[in-house]
């Protein structure tokens, strides 16, 4: 799933919301879409932008290698957030982050745009998702073209689709609480990539597997939710996982995941059936993060560690938070990207 | 030795107690003297903070802007277009609304420099950018900003009279379309394609090359700055005559000290020290009392820099610790400059030497000339200054030399007077009058020198004022000769407007737009040829046939700014824009304008910039139509308030311009209130030391009241004598201020003018002042009890 920047976006909510009289969380949604579970996707419209929902994102990860094998991680996301109900372009914030992680180093940047001018936005039929001179283009479903760049690096890649279209949860109906807070949620985790980084000390290729998130909702997570830890992962077998924690205040979390096939077949499970435990923490802008976690499936026999290639991938943006590609050893080898929010 | 340190101190305490009107001229010459300079710097401080505030965090003074041509906005598609290729740039529209400067930033992508709002203040940032809008703005300017219904956040460091708002609310409220202008964000992505590729019709303007309030007010603030210094100046001249004073007296106490065994590091120590606490004491008081000025005087500055420069400041004072501690620090070292001789001569001085009253007449004689000496060479340096110094500190140099060269050489100049006057006389008393006066100026010297000091800066300033409010009104006459001015929102509006004025009622446009002349900043006015300027307009430098050439298109006006900024005088060109080059046919005066200024017929301004719609217009109204024309704009829909009439524009011009200098001559009213107080100290100092003088005069028969007319006419005429050097020594005061600091300040020269009723006030005033502060002296002598004078002779045995 990608609960993600979920309250992020929201951040900008109680703001917008309280100017504009409204009570504040409890009724949010009110006058927006809601996320619905007999949902069917129709592509390649679903890939554009659903305005009559509050909140929505284009996540885009991927792990990468250079020649002489040194991994690399990159992020490119663009948010988009209504101001008010009823879809007019004029209400719409956009918002991009990207990033390129190196074993290292962590570079970001951060876009923000208003609706309706055309600095920014998403088109379905041809695809193109862009703020600034930021892209991701072409059929994703096919080939594509992604861009991000900032003072002192930028990446230029050309993906391409090697399976298909996974919806998360129920057939693309996320649940995020036990209070039923959803959204819709599908991904594309069958992206080859390649293409060149340039970093302060120059070009490098690189090559490997992207993971694209697609979501959208108009309610907020639930209340005493206060962050949550998302993970990404592909194993060598071909198999990957989604697995998310939403943390509470109390100290309980709500677990989701699915275990997805090498042919893309997705096996959704609820609340419970995945776990992630902290092993170690790092000191990352001035406050502890954990950078090495126990991740669990029993059912699909996962026991594995995850560990972060860059303890210190800290998103230092308007909202900051933990962003960055890890590795994966124990019953299942591989990689992957982990979020964290709320440390 | 501790037993000895306290007893010396006992005893060096016990002289303030004996002479408690020592002790308070000390304290409060200090204190005064602190406080005019604290004052002074306390409005500075508040000033500068507010234009830091406004260049660095408001409008992104320091970032790279791109301009539209003149005349013209830049659109959203321009914007998007260079966002999308890489640039990253941030728009920003920029206006007048209701009597507000209204900034409208995009929080979204302004650089962070700028930005009215962050991200991450979630609360103010989903406000400005809701529906009802929202304005960061100093509290005192909430009130315009209520009746819209947007929410209001405090902003301390916004300065008043500006409002920041989104974009889309400025664009609602100003009714435009397009940009103001563009802010390049100081660090950029990357990877991008030339700026001209992407967007060839927009100029790059740097930072600093638009109209920088702090550059403008520097020298307003140097003005009072100089005032400041030449206040405690005076107040040191107190200072230094009231510790010379004691020091003397005290010698007896000092030798019987070190007769005693106190060693003289001790002694000069405990006396440092002491001076130091009276120092603190006193700075303490200073700062008050400088406070007290300030807040008093900064409204009326606020209100000048305003009207002069466009620069807001907060109306209010803050108090700043720096502030006060530069103050207590320059009460401090004034303290220390002025006792510096007399503990030298503490120290120099024989342990057996008894003490002499002022070194008798001789060395006061020697020591005039030395002083004369030394004030004649500054006068020189003034005048090698004023002929061949640049800029607005060697301005500032002059008119420091000047006035403390003419003080110095003032004892010497009383000096000869009384003796040409003792020469002359011949009635007894009268030959003794003006031998004692003699004798009394040592120690009256520096109170005159305070006086010369105080009338002479209130001459020249006044001077100033009344040159600056004469030329002011008759300049006013001549660029405002039109009846009525009015301006109109949109082109239709202006067409709709020009429809609707009565008959015999002639429309003249005026449009301007602008862009940077010869590396200034500046602005191009376009001028219809019409009977009324031909009229009115007087010219400072002019080839022949300027109106005619003019209108011919064959040249252009500059004003006298832009003339003397960039050397643009009748004979040479000035390229108007890429590959327009037009001679310049005369020279206009355009005061209180910060920018450079030419002007174009009409035709050339056309071509030129064919974007610049014509919106604002000068009525020749002929007198009958008067009564009509705002009916007629309203019948037409249009708000009658839209007409300007000149004699209004003329009074608010007046009012800002007569604020300016209510300050200065606020400013200068204290000075000459401290230099009365320097004379009435010195002159009661005196009259206790002087009775030894006055006994025999009173034994030969002389009344004591008749001694007491003596003291007064004696303070009067040296007041008078002092009142008449003063007058030419306030008149090249004035010069240099109009003639050297105002053109390195402004670009501007003044034409001096001479208002002798003036110099008449203030030689009375003058009178009046010495008048007030010898009368208590005087009265004080003609009463005193013959026992005392006969106690003279007595005690001298």
């Known amino acids: ?343 | 030795m501790t037993g000895l340190a306290g007893t010396a101190s006992r005893a060096l305490l016990s002289h303030w107690r004996r002479h408690p009107l020592q002790l308070f001229t000390l304290i409060a010459g200090l204190a005064l003297a602190t406080a005019l300079w604290a004052g002074v710097q306390a409005i500075n401080a508040e000033a500068r903070a507010s234009y830091a505030a406004a260049s660095q965090s408001l409008d992104g003074a320091r970032l790279v802007r791109l301009l539209p041509p003149p005349g013209r906005t830049i659109s959203e598609a321009e914007f998007v277009a260079l966002r999308r290729a890489g640039w990253l740039v941030s728009p920003v529209i920029e206006g007048r609304w209701g009597g507000l400067r209204i900034i409208g930033f995009d929080p979204l992508t302004a650089p962070a420099e700028v930005a009215p709002v962050a991200l991450a203040r979630g609360a103010e940032f989903g406000a400005f950018l809701s529906e009802e809008g929202a304005f960061a703005a100093h509290p005192e300017t909430f009130g315009t900003l209520e009746g819209t219904g947007a929410s209001l956040i405090g902003r301390e460091d916004v300065p008043p009279g500006t409002a920041l708002t989104d974009l889309r609310m400025a664009a609602r409220l100003l009714g435009r379309e397009g940009y103001s202008h563009l802010l390049l964000a100081p660090v950029q992505p990357l990877r991008r394609p030339p700026l001209e590729d992407v967007a060839p019709h927009l100029r790059r303007q740097e930072p600093g090359m638009h109209a920088d309030p702090g550059a403008l007010t520097e020298s307003f603030h140097l003005n009072l700055t100089a005032f400041g210094l030449l206040s405690f100046a005076v107040g040191l001249f107190i200072v230094h005559g009231t510790v010379g004073l004691a020091f003397e007296q005290r010698h007896a106490t000092v030798r019987t000290l070190r007769a005693l065994g106190m060693p003289l590091g001790g002694l000069i120590g405990l006396m440092a020290a002491e001076l130091a606490f009276l120092a603190a004491v006193a700075g303490l008081i200073g700062l008050v009392l400088g406070y007290l000025v300030a807040a008093a005087l900064l409204p009326d500055v606020a209100g000048t820099l305003r009207g002069l420069y466009g620069a807001e400041v907060a109306g209010t004072l803050r108090f700043r610790p720096g502030w006060a501690a530069s103050a207590l620090a320059i009460a401090m070292a004034g303290t220390a400059i002025a006792a510096a001789g007399a503990l030298h001569r503490l120290v120099t001085m024989p342990l057996l030497a008894g003490g002499t009253r002022r070194g008798g007449a001789r060395w006061a004689a020697r020591r005039a000339i030395r002083q004369a000496g030394a004030g004649l060479a500054l006068l020189a340096a003034a005048l090698a200054a004023a002929l061949w110094g640049r800029g607005l500190v060697m301005g500032f140099a002059t008119l420091g030399a000047l006035m403390v060269g003419a003080a110095l050489l003032l004892p010497l100049l009383l000096d000869r007077i009384l003796s040409a006057g003792h020469r002359l006389a011949r009635h007894p008393l009268a030959r003794w009058a003006w031998a004692d006066a003699r004798t009394e100026l040592p120690g009256l010297s520096l109170a005159f020198m305070a006086l010369l000091l105080a009338m002479a800066a209130s001459l020249g300033v006044s001077t100033m004022v009344s040159s600056f409010r004469e030329t002011f009104r008759a300049f006013l006459d001549q660029r405002l000769a039109f009846e009525f001015y009015v301006q109109a929102d949109t082109p239709e509006e202006a067409e709709q407007l020009l429809a609707a004025l009565p008959e015999g009622v002639r429309a003249v446009p005026v449009m301007g737009v602008d862009l940077v002349l010869a590396g200034q900043p500046a602005e191009i006015l376009a001028l219809r040829d019409d009977p009324v300027y031909r009229a009115n307009w007087r010219f400072l430098a002019a080839r022949p046939d300027p109106w005619d050439r003019l209108a011919a298109g064959e040249g252009v006006f500059v004003s006298e700014q832009l003339a003397r900024r960039a050397g643009l005088w009748p004979g040479t060109g000035l390229e108007i824009v890429p590959g327009l080059i037009r001679p310049v046919l005369a020279v206009y005066a355009d005061y209180g304008n910060p920018l450079g200024q030419a002007i174009l017929t009409e035709e050339l301004f056309r071509t030129t910039f064919p974007g610049v719609e014509p919106l604002r217009f000068a009525l020749h109204v002929p007198p009958d139509a008067e009564g009509i024309l705002p009916a007629n704009l309203s019948a037409a829909g249009l708000d009658p308030a839209r007409l300007v009439d000149q004699h209004a524009v003329k009074t608010l011009s007046m009012q800002v311009f007569e604020r300016t200098f209510a300050v200065t001559a606020a400013l200068s009213m204290l000075t000459l209130g401290v230099a009365g107080f320097a004379l009435l100290m010195s002159l009661l100092t005196l009259a206790d030391m002087r009775l030894p003088q006055l006994a025999p005069v009173w034994a030969l028969g002389v009344r004591r009241a008749t001694l007491g007319w003596t003291e007064l006419a004696r303070a009067l005429g040296l007041a008078a004598l002092t009142g008449l050097v003063a007058l030419p020594l306030g008149l090249m005061l004035a010069w240099v201020l109009l003639a050297v600091v105002n053109v390195e300040a402004f670009g501007w020269r003044l034409p001096m003018k001479l208002f002798p009723l003036d110099w008449l006030r203030l030689f009375v005033l003058a009178l009046l002042v010495a008048a007030l502060a010898a009368a208590w002296p005087a009265r004080h002598l003609a009463r005193t009890p013959p026992g005392r004078l006969l106690k003279v002779f007595a005690d001298e045995r």
């Not at chain 1, 592509?43 to 996540?59: C, L």
């Not at chain 1, 036990?178 to 340039?198: C, D, H, N, R």
């Not at chain 1, 096939?261 to 790092?282: H, K, M, R, V, W």
């Not at chain 1, 699909?300 to 590795?327: C, F, H, K």
């Open chain 1, 1 to 343: 799933m990608n609960a993600r920047l979920f309250p992020l976006l929201l951040c900008l909510w109680p703001a917008a919301a309280a100017a504009q009289g409204f009570a504040g969380l409890g009724t949010a949604a009110q006058g927006f879409a809601l996320p619905d579970p007999g949902w069917t996707p129709v592509f390649p419209a679903d890939h554009g932008a659903h305005e009559m929902f509050r909140i929505e994102w284009w996540y885009l990860t991927a792990t990468l290698e250079a020649a002489d094998g040194t991994p690399y991680g990159i992020q490119w996301t663009l948010f988009r957030t209504a101001l008010a109900p009823g879809g007019a372009p004029e209400d719409q914030l956009w918002m991009g982050h990207a990033a390129i992680t190196t074993p290292d180093a962590h570079h970001v940047a951060e876009r923000l745009a208003r609706g309706g001018t055309g600095q920014a936005g998403v088109t379905a039929d041809p695809f193109a998702a862009w703020i600034d001179e930021w892209r991701l283009e072409g059929v994703l479903e096919g080939e594509s073209l992604l861009f991000a760049q900032g003072p002192d690096w930028s990446f230029d890649m050309r993906l391409r689709a090697e399976g298909p279209v996974v919806l998360q949860g129920e057939a693309g109906y996320s649940v995020k609480s036990p209070q039923g807070q959803a959204s819709q949620y599908y991904s594309m985790p069958f992206l080859a990539i390649e293409g060149v980084l340039t970093l302060p000390a120059g070009d490098v290729a690189v090559t490997g597997q992207a993971w694209l998130d697609r979501e959208w909702s108009s309610q907020p997570l639930a209340a005493e939710q206060t962050g949550w830890d998302w993970f990404s992962l592909s194993f060598e077998t071909g198999e990957k996982l989604m697995g998310f924690r939403l943390n509470a205040r109390d100290g309980t979390a709500f677990t989701s995941a699915t275990w997805i096939a090498p042919d893309g077949t997705p096996a959704p499970y609820s609340d419970g059936a995945f776990t992630a435990e902290p092993l170690a923490t790092a000191r990352v802008a001035g406050r502890e993060v954990p950078v090495r976690w126990r991740v669990t499936l029993p059912e699909r026999g996962l026991d594995a560690t995850v560990a972060a290639l860059n303890p210190q991938a800290w998103m230092d943006v308007s909202i900051p938070y933990w962003e960055g590609p890890v590795t994966v050893r124990g019953s299942h080898q591989g990689r992957g990207y982990l979020e964290m929010t709320g440390y």
